[in-house]
Nanobody, 124 residues
Framework: QVQLVESGGGLVQPGGSLRLSCAAS????????IGWFRQAPGKEREGVSC????????DYADSVKGRFTISRDNTKNAVYLQMNNLKPEDTAVYYC?????????????????WGPGTQVTVSS
């Protein structure tokens, strides 16, 4: 089982940036696909981005393409989500999750371990 902890959330004005981190323990992330998800009040959870293990390929939801960038640092056993040009509709609790497989798809929500989440609020 992988233990995950997200950090880096907060309050930011529209157009601002945040960098979320997902720190893992209990296993090395080298063999795990990693996903970032978010859930806004009253809405279903949605996939935001994911990164595979095999070639580091990435996938993004259409709503964040060109604004968000996912990356992984296996030496630090961590994954990051750089979020630029944030919009009020990006407001949500953001979660990272792991799946013991090499591939990923942002539309696939089948992950095994989840972090507790970090709140991102975009407001003026």
């Amino acid at each position: 089982q992988v233990q995950l902890v997200e950090s880096g959330g907060g309050l930011v004005q529209p157009g601002g940036s945040l960098r979320l981190s997902c720190a893992a323990s209990g296993a090395t992330l080298d063999y795990y696909a990693i996903g970032w998800f978010r859930q806004a009040p009253g809405k279903e959870r949605e996939g935001v981005s994911c990164i595979s293990t095999s070639d580091g390929s990435t996938d993004y939801a259409d709503s964040v393409k060109g604004r968000f960038t996912i990356s992984r640092d296996n030496t630090k056993n961590a994954v990051y989500l750089q979020m630029n040009n944030l919009k009020p509709e990006d407001t949500a609790v953001y979660y990272c999750a792991t799946a013991f497989r090499s591939w990923c798809s942002v539309t696939d929500g089948r992950y095994d371990d989840w972090g507790p989440g970090t709140q991102v609020t975009v407001s003026s």
